[in-house]
């Protein structure tokens, strides 16, 4: 990979400082995102439920 | 009261500081994208290649924001860690938790995205300089805190054990700022200056100062984003919590 990169010059550190950063940036983004989504999703059909017991 | 006051208690309201962070986290999120879209734009396609260092140099864009992000989360890090010790205060435990993972990518991205830069302009991917040395030792703090944090099975024990790790490491952050003056090293001097004229031409510190901006506000996004889903995982069984999420669907 290091070999790769210094064939491609300047550029190619700068392309690899990009992917590096994006990378990084979505899995520090990611976690809290799904947690969220996940605990969103769990109380609602939780709602939901409670709603349909109480309607039966 | 003093409304700025007023605002801040009302902030330390589990309820309350829910819904400002669903509020506001979209603004965050956008105007930090939306910056980061121009500020590379300009350093990456507008701004002229350095005399010396050629194209190499565009890689300040990413580094020197994300490095004066891991000092300045740091400190936003140990001031919750403080509060938290201090006051006992929730939510200033679960931003002291939330502060570190973010701060930790910031730290890895200075540190990777520096031996990037260093190998064509120094010839080494890694040379154990000052700064380079105090801002490693800054991600194994942060990994410190994160570690001695989850080692507990209470979250609120682990978040104040880990606060006092925090503090202890705070002696660091001058060191990584000073560390260029008080050791003769590889890594250059300062180029931005708060006071005084800085050493670097306007066309390539616009895009720069842009940059900075922007990591500013992903960090708030990011912040209300990792707080709300520590704090919805802490409440989800309360009645408050079932109607702000409601009243977000």
């Not at chain 1, 491609?8 to 950063?21: E, M």
């Not at chain 1, 899995?27 to 439920?49: E, H, I, T, V, Y």
Request: glycine share 6%.
């Amino acid at each position: 990979m290091l070999a790769f990169l210094e064939a491609h010059g300047h550029w190619g550190y700068i392309y690899a400082s990009l992917a590096v950063t994006v990378v990084l940036v979505l899995a520090d983004l990611l976690p809290p995102w799904l947690r969220q989504r996940k605990l969103q999703n769990d109380l609602r059909a939780r709602a939901r439920r409670e709603q349909h017991r109480s309607e039966s | 009261m003093n409304p700025v006051w007023r605002w801040f208690h009302q902030l330390g309201s589990p309820p309350y500081f829910y819904r400002f962070a669903t509020r506001w986290m979209p603004w965050f999120g956008i105007s930090a994208l939306l910056l980061t879209v121009i500020g590379m734009y300009l350093g990456f396609v507008e701004a002229p290649a350095d005399y010396l260092q050629g194209d190499s140099f565009r890689i300040m864009y990413i580094h020197v924001p994300a490095a004066w992000m891991s000092m300045f989360i740091y400190g936003v890090m140990a001031l919750n860690g403080a509060i938290a010790l201090i006051w006992r205060i929730k939510l200033s435990e679960l931003l002291f938790l939330s502060c570190a993972p973010i701060g930790a990518m910031f730290t890895a991205i200075t540190l990777i995205t520096g031996m990037f830069w260093g190998k064509p302009t120094w010839g080494a991917y890694w040379v154990w300089d000052a700064r380079l040395t105090s801002e490693l030792v800054l991600l194994f703090l942060y990994f410190g805190v994160i570690g001695l944090a989850s080692a507990y099975d209470d979250l609120r024990q682990g978040a104040r054990a880990a606060a006092v790790l925090a503090l202890v490491g705070v002696v660091n952050v001058p060191i990584i700022h000073f560390s260029v003056k008080w050791w003769n090293t590889l890594h250059q001097g300062e180029t931005v200056r708060i006071m005084g004229k800085s050493s670097i031409d306007s066309s390539m510190l616009w895009p720069l100062l842009i940059m900075a901006l922007a990591t500013k506000l992903y960090f708030v996004f990011a912040l209300l984003l990792r707080t709300r889903s520590a704090l919805a995982e802490q409440e989800r069984g309360k009645q408050w919590l079932r109607e702000a999420m409601v009243e977000a669907a």
